[in-house]
């Protein structure tokens, strides 16, 4: 006699089902798919490792896209280089002259509205005025420059005897004058006192170059040239710079053609692997 809680387990219980098959039937698609994505990647791969061998073999010729691109850098290099020696050579000309040592009169008026600076040399008279850039409200907008309103420094080195003055000897006392009379007014505010110059102060040769230099001793023809001989200078390094980074990436390229060679071969064996059990590669990019 069965028993009818015996009775009743066994009529309403379900039967179970078999896991171990549904999911070796459910799981063969994704495994698939997996392979055929991996396959896409080492095809991929392949392709790369390829083009590194290709330019790894470049490498170990003697003319190549690096020895190439080292020739071009080394006619830059002697080309700055041959600038370089152009810029220290002397200029050979002889200096012109000095200025006769013709005393500056100085006369500063800064209580008038506006400031005048007035220069007398040699009988010739040269006059500043100060000009302040007002806001509508009263605010000052830029500091206050002198402008000068008469008084030619071509007539001045005439007056003092000086002939047939060069472009840079006029270019020279005119920035000179204009430092004199700025200086002059700030002395005058300041209450400081003023150290009286000559001619032969504002404008004097420069034994470098044969030019002339200002009331500052700066030459311009120097300054220009010392410009330019850092650009050139700066050139130079980045162009090395250059050149020693192209020499060790061919070196390197030189040396990895092994390792490649053995990325590619790992990487087809992998790909005959995959393609004997029938695997095809994916539509991936």
């Known amino acids: 006699m069965v028993h009818w809680w015996l009775r009743r387990r066994g009529q309403g219980e379900p039967e179970r089902p078999d896991v171990g098959s549904d999911q070796s039937s459910a799981g063969a698609p994704v495994i698939r798919e997996a392979e055929?994505?991996?396959l896409a990647r080492l095809l991929r791969r392949r392709e790369e490792l390829r083009y590194d061998i290709a330019l790894a073999e470049e490498a170990q010729q003697p003319e190549n896209r690096w020895t190439e691109r080292l020739h071009e850098l080394d006619a830059a290099i002697a080309e700055l280089e041959r600038q370089l020696a152009t810029l220290d050579v002397p200029s050979g000309r002889d200096p012109e002259p000095p200025l006769p040592p013709v005393?500056?009169?100085v006369t500063v008026d800064a209580a008038s509205e506006p400031a005048t600076v007035t220069l007398r040399i040699a009988g010739q008279v040269l006059c500043w005025v100060e000009e302040v850039d007002w806001a509508?409200?009263?605010?000052?907008?830029?500091?206050?420059?002198?402008?000068?309103?008469?008084?030619?420094?071509?007539?001045?080195?005439?007056a003092a005897g000086y002939r047939a003055p060069s472009s840079a000897l006029l270019e020279t006392l005119e920035a000179s004058l204009d430092l004199i009379a700025a200086d002059a007014l700030a002395a005058a505010r300041r209450?400081?006192?003023?150290?009286?110059l000559a001619l032969a102060d504002l404008a004097?040769?420069?034994e470098q170059c044969g030019?002339?230099?200002d009331v500052r001793g700066r030459c311009p023809t120097c300054t220009a040239r010392d410009w330019q001989r850092q650009q050139l200078l700066l050139e130079r390094n980045r162009l090395r710079q250059e050149r020693d980074e192209v020499f060790r990436?061919?070196?390197?390229?030189r040396d990895r053609l092994p390792v490649i060679q053995r990325q590619l071969a790992e990487v087809e064996a992998d790909i005959r692997q995959l393609e004997a059990k029938g695997v095809q590669p994916s539509d991936e990019n």
Not at 136 to 158: I, K, S
Not at 191 to 196: A, L, S
Not at 249 to 253: E, G, L, N, P
Request: charged share 35%.
């Open 103 to 105: 005393p500056v009169e």
């Open 204 to 206: 004097h040769p420069c």
């Open 136 to 158: 509508e409200r009263g605010h000052q907008l830029a500091p206050a420059r002198l402008r000068r309103t008469a008084g030619d420094p071509a007539e001045v080195l005439q």
């Open 191 to 196: 209450e400081r006192i003023w150290t009286p």
């Open 211 to 213: 030019g002339w230099r």
């Open 249 to 253: 990436d061919w070196q390197r390229a």
């Open 36 to 38: 055929r994505r991996r």
